[in-house]
């Protein structure tokens, strides 16, 4: 029997948080979208498959690997996994080692914390295993 409680992020939860922290940067880089001029989703559609692969590469290089390192967590059916900025930022510390210097280690830190409670904000709910159903039976 699997542990459905305690698992590391699926294939789909890890997309729905890399696409939440893409869409977060969009907005965050485009005044239009800002200003609530132009939705979120229609400038992410607007998009080609390039401009989007190009972001979520870029990003997947800073927020997945912190994905990875966080600690397995009982998470609730209904409910997503969460963890404090202490923990995720320790994590981010970890992984930017310590070829850069203090003032930019701090801000690296920092900056990707955020990128990543970002991208865990946008982690769907779990569901609960024991209510799917079998459409067989």
Do not use: N
Request: glycine residues 6%; contains cysteine; aromatic residues 4%.
């Amino acid at each position: 029997m699997i542990d459905a409680g305690c698992m590391r992020f699926s294939e789909h939860e890890l997309t729905a948080a890399m696409t939440g922290a893409a869409k977060s940067v969009v907005k965050a880089r485009r005044k239009d979208i800002r200003k609530g001029d132009v939705d979120i989703e229609t400038a992410w559609h607007a998009m080609d498959r390039y401009e989007r692969y190009r972001l979520l590469d870029a990003l997947g290089d800073q927020i997945l690997p912190v994905l990875v390192a966080l600690p397995d967590v009982e998470v609730a059916p209904g409910s997503r996994p969460s963890y404090s900025d202490r923990q995720v930022s320790e994590i981010v510390a970890g992984l930017v080692g310590d070829d850069v210097g203090r003032m930019r280690r701090a801000v690296l830190v920092k900056a990707r914390t955020a990128l990543v409670q970002t991208a865990l904000a946008h982690v769907p709910a779990r569901l609960d295993p024991e209510a799917f159903v079998d459409p067989e039976g």
